[in-house]
Nanobody
Framework: QVQLVESGGGLVQPGGSLRLSCAAS????????MGWYFQAPGKQRELVAT???????NYADSVKARFTISRDNAENTVYLQMNSLKPEDTAVYYC????????????????WGQGTQVTVSS
């Protein structure tokens, strides 16, 4: 069974920084893309950033130049460094991973973490 465990959320003042981490564990063959989504109260879940196993990244326009996604393939871990945080960044942040269960699997399945709260407030 695959699990994604997030950490690093919390309360920060505007202009501050936080670093989120998400580690994948369990039995699986490989991970393709990993990434982060966020969901603000009363709103739909939205993409923050993704990163492929080869390191190619994609960001939402609202976080470009402020957030940086990275990953450690050996540790099956993805990170989100968030700088210059704004009150509108307040949301629950969810980790995702596209995982191939076995060598013979023909598709990748998307798994979600349980979410970690990020609150930006003075």
């Amino acid at each position: 069974q695959v699990q994604l465990v997030e950490s690093g959320g919390g309360l920060v003042q505007p202009g501050g920084s936080l670093r989120l981490s998400c580690a994948a564990s369990g039995r699986f063959f490989s991970i393709n893309a990993m990434g982060w989504y966020f969901q603000a109260p009363g709103k739909q879940r939205e993409l923050v950033a993704t990163i492929t196993s080869g390191g190619r990244t994609n960001y939402a326009d609202s976080v470009k130049a402020r957030f940086t996604i990275s990953r450690d393939n050996a540790e099956n871990t993805v990170y989100l460094q968030m700088n210059s945080l704004k009150p509108e960044d307040t949301a629950v942040y969810y980790c995702i991973a596209e995982i191939k269960a076995t060598l013979y699997s023909t598709t990748y399945s998307r798994y979600w973490g349980q979410g970690t709260q990020v609150t930006v407030s003075s």
